[in-house]
């Protein structure tokens, strides 16, 4: 006996990458139409919705405790400070407004450019208030901000005096006592003494100490109060039409992209719609033979129109050479592509007329075949319900629907053998199921399937190598060609091998 060792299949991912992006992809139209919609509602906002005129003004503001390392804490507490009620209450008082402090702290914001440097930026009803505002909010804070320094400076200043003077009272206590002298005289009295006196120096150096800082303090005030000042004077902001209508369409373009890119992929994952041919040929359990690339209404090319042409003609010799080779009727069931159906049949028809009559069983809902638009010279069609009538020496090309809604129980009289027609992204994954069960119950073959408007960059493989010939509820035996005695020939399915217990090896 033979020793095989099975690998076990590879499990599907989760999500499939390729698929998702070929899905995406297929859905431009709706991402597109989002992208252009974002584009022409941003530029149409920045014409309707002008910006309210703005001024802006520069403030520089100058720290006791700036430091070279600072990482912007004092500029950060400035532009809140900015936006309380105090300093817009001093600003309207300056403007002699009524208006509410609150509501006024809606029209302005402050921003922190560097360490030292703040901009203050206005709106108003026009350009001359926008500026005044501007201009109050800047003095309102520059006069806030000096008045809270020269209050802390003389807060400190104060304190030191306050020390210096308790530090007086301490060294007149002590030349009091040096003056009044010693009562006795000797040793102790020596050490005391010059205890008092060196008392007395240290005294005098820190009242000189408190003096000195108390000095520094209010001197340091006047430089914090001429550094803090309005460097760039309050200006009204031009807005330019074009430049914000274009930036307007370039937000809303990118906007509109991404949201239809998130809409489609999110709605191709939900729909879950095979567009791939491996999936479509595994959901379906057959083989592709065939593709025919959708051709555009508007497209008026020549190299286009050949292009089709010459794909419709080696989709008509595939499908002629393997309706030859099956002595059962074949029929054609679409599946989201009943114009294209219609006309593979009328082409294969005329392929199939050089070997004999043929006749077309139609079975499609609104009879496209019976519309007047096919050629007098043409082969014969005939619909469903007289398909009985058609004589077994013409040869019988079937054109049925999978579509949902459609009536199962008629294919079998469409033909007993079936080539799929379908849409790419047509049909979700249960629905190409479906098909498959339903035709595998009726006991109808797949030769293979047909793929309209196929990804033009799928490289993936439609052939079911190692995979059912069947549906996974068909039958073992399926009714093939007629031999030369007449009667039908069986053909099974290779079952597969059965692992016997406990051992490696294989009973076939």
Not at 144 to 169: C, I
Not at 282 to 293: D, F, H, Q, T
Not at 454 to 474: C, E, K, V
Request: proline letters at 6%; one cysteine or more; charged letters at 25%.
């Amino acid at each position: 006996m033979t020793t095989h060792t099975t690998s076990e299949p590879a499990a599907a991912p989760l999500l499939d990458l390729q698929a998702l992006v070929v899905a995406v992809r297929r859905r431009r139209r709706l991402w597109s139409a989002l992208a252009l919609l974002g584009l022409l509602v941003g530029a149409a906002l920045a014409v309707l919705m002008p910006p309210p005129p703005s001024a802006m003004a520069k403030v520089y503001v100058v720290h006791k405790d700036d430091q070279p390392n600072d990482t912007g804490t004092l500029i950060r507490t400035d532009v809140e400070l900015l936006g309380t009620t105090r300093i817009a209450g001093k600003a309207l008082e300056a403007l002699n407004s009524r208006e509410n402090p609150e509501d006024f702290m809606r029209d302005y914001r402050g921003t922190g450019l560097t360490n030292n440097l703040l901009q203050i930026d206005v709106a108003g009803t026009s350009d001359a208030e926008a500026v005044a505002r501007a201009k109050a909010l800047a003095d309102a804070f520059v006069a806030d901000h000096v008045r809270r320094m020269q209050e802390a400076a003389k807060a400190e200043a104060k304190a030191l005096l306050d020390q210096r003077d308790r530090m007086r009272k301490e060294l007149a206590e002590v030349n009091r006592e040096i003056g009044d002298g010693p009562p006795e005289s000797g040793p102790k009295a020596s050490a005391s003494v010059e205890s008092l006196f060196a008392r007395r120096a240290e005294l005098t150096s820190r009242v000189a100490d408190f003096d000195q800082r108390a000095e520094e303090a209010r001197m340091g005030t006047p430089q914090l109060v001429a550094g803090t000042q309005i460097v760039d004077a309050p200006r009204a902001v031009r807005h330019s039409l074009p430049k914000a209508a274009a930036t307007n369409a370039a937000i809303g373009l990118v906007l509109g992209l991404v949201i239809g890119l998130a809409l489609a992929a999110v709605g191709t994952v939900v729909a879950d719609r095979p567009v791939l041919r491996r999936e479509i040929s595994a959901n379906l359990g057959a083989s592709v033979i065939a593709e025919l690339p959708r051709t555009p209404r508007l497209t008026l090319g020549l190299w286009h129109r050949r292009r089709t042409r010459e794909a419709r003609a080696r989709l008509t010799t595939t499908l002629a050479r393997t309706v030859r080779g099956s002595a059962e009727p074949v029929a054609l069931l679409e599946l989201g592509c009943a114009r294209s159906a219609s006309t593979i049949a009328l082409g294969l028809a005329d392929a199939l007329a050089e070997d004999g009559p043929v006749v077309i069983v139609d079975g499609l809902p609104g009879l496209p075949l019976a519309d007047g638009r096919r050629k007098p010279e043409g082969p014969a069609v005939v619909s469903g319900e007289r398909a009985a009538t058609v004589p077994d020496r013409m040869r019988r090309i079937g054109v049925g629907s999978v579509a949902p809604g459609s009536a199962w129980t008629d294919l079998r009289h469409l033909g007993s053998r079936a080539v799929l027609v379908v849409r790419a992204g047509h049909g979700n994954a249960a629905w190409l199921h479906t098909v498959a069960r339903q035709l595998a119950d009726l006991h109808i073959p797949v030769i293979g399937v047909v793929l309209i408007d196929p990804d033009p960059r799928d490289r993936t493989d439609g052939t079911l190598w190692d995979g059912p010939h069947t549906a996974l509820r068909g039958q073992n035996e399926w009714p093939a060609r007629q031999n030369g005695t007449g009667r039908l020939r069986t053909e099974r399915r290779s079952m597969p091998a059965v692992r016997v217990p406990d051992s490696d090896q294989e009973a076939p």
